[in-house]
């Protein structure tokens, strides 16, 4: 079992839709959790950084961890065209390096 | 948050030769990585550059193939070595202030090795 798992996608939803992306990961000593948004050609952009079980807001975007259930998730509200991106979950614990889903390609139809 | 410059930002190189690819951070930074990233798959890391001292590389990456080098805390340096077209990859810099702190990336070097 890899340690995070992360459905490529494609995920194609019309503007001002309501998104959720999710992880699953294998390993109860993870305790960071941090959502990546990358735009092609680019490299990954950090949006959202959480340490704790529950949900952390920022805009439009909402993280949420479940530890118990070893799930984390990303909304994104009212999407847009400039939503499109591919968005990697990473988690990490202790001393170890991140570790990073595959990504999943969001396509936001205008 | 740090700007992290990388260079080149692409180049298409013949089997068997080499390429360096330079990282500068606009800040001192504690960690310094270099990541692979391959189309459809996830990051994978291949060390950490240390300052002053040798690399520490992940599982199933080499000295001999992937030398490091980090003289200070802004700048880093990833070199490919005697290159073969599996090195055909995006290579990303990233940096932190400390362990399990986010990390933030240059903008990649698209490698194409032919």
């Known amino acids: 079992q890899k340690e995070v798992e992360q459905d490529p996608g494609p995920l194609s939803v019309p503007e001002g839709a309501i998104v959720s992306l999710n992880c699953t990961y294998s390993?109860?000593?993870?305790?960071?959790f941090m959502w990546y948004r990358q735009y092609s050609r680019k490299g990954p952009e950090l949006l959202m950084y959480t340490y704790s079980s529950g949900n952390k807001e920022d805009g439009r975007f909402t993280a949420q961890v479940d530890k118990s259930s070893k799930y984390i998730s990303l909304f994104i509200r009212d999407s847009q065209p400039s939503d499109s991106a591919t968005y990697l979950c990473?988690?990490?614990?202790?001393?170890?390096?991140?570790?990073f889903g595959k990504g999943t390609r969001l396509s936001v139809i205008a | 948050s740090a700007v992290i410059s990388q260079k080149p930002s692409r180049d298409i190189c013949q089997r068997g030769t080499s390429l360096t690819i330079q990282c500068q951070v606009d800040?001192?930074?504690?960690?310094m990585f270099w990541y692979r990233q391959q189309p459809g798959q996830s990051l994978t890391l291949i060390a950490t550059a240390n300052q002053g001292s040798e690399a520490t590389y992940e599982s199933g990456f080499v000295i001999d193939k992937f030398p490091i080098s980090r003289p200070n805390l802004t700048f880093s340096t990833l070199t490919v070595s005697n290159m073969s077209p599996e090195d055909s990859s995006i290579y990303l810099c990233?940096?932190?202030?400390?362990?399990?702190?986010?990390?933030?990336f240059g903008n990649g070097t698209r490698l194409t090795v032919t």
């Open positions: 990233s940096a932190s202030t400390e362990i399990n702190s986010p990390l933030h």
């Open positions: 990473a988690v990490a614990s202790g001393n170890t390096p991140l570790v």
């Open positions: 800040s001192q930074v504690t960690m």
């Open positions: 390993n109860s000593a993870f305790q960071y």
